[in-house]
């Protein structure tokens, strides 16, 4: 059974930082690319980072690049997405995806149920 399970949303302050984790089973984690997707009320969903099979890493959007970093550890079927100086614009449901192929978001592609980031005073 695949899953993948994130953690570590919640509250924070403008400014602050937050890590979340995505535990993944039940597939190959180490041949899928990963990524954090999210996504604002009214708003589409956004690539926020992706981390190659081979561990290159991309930030899509001028908006995080800077503040936010992706890494994955491939021994504990992990990836993480560490948040750094969060603007109230960040606030968002954030999603961890898996995607075997090279066309990603495609339709192979395996979803977590989301954390709730809330950036607010």
């Known amino acids: 059974q695949v899953q993948l399970v994130e953690s570590g949303g919640g509250l924070v302050q403008p400014g602050g930082s937050l890590r979340l984790s995505c535990a993944a089973s039940g597939f190959t984690f180490r041949t899928y690319h990963m990524s954090w997707y999210r996504q604002a009320p009214g708003k589409e969903r956004e690539l926020v980072a992706t981390i190659s099979t081979t561990g290159h890493t991309s930030d899509d959007a001028d908006s995080m690049k800077g503040r936010f970093t992706i890494s994955r550890d491939n021994a504990k079927n992990m990836v993480y997405l560490q948040m750094n100086s969060l603007k109230p614009e960040d606030t968002a449901v954030y999603y961890c995806?898996?995607?075997?192929?090279?066309?990603?978001?495609?339709?192979?592609?395996?979803w977590g149920q989301g954390t709730q980031v809330t950036v607010s005073s």
């Open positions: 995806n898996a995607c075997p192929t090279d066309v990603c978001p495609g339709e192979y592609d395996y």
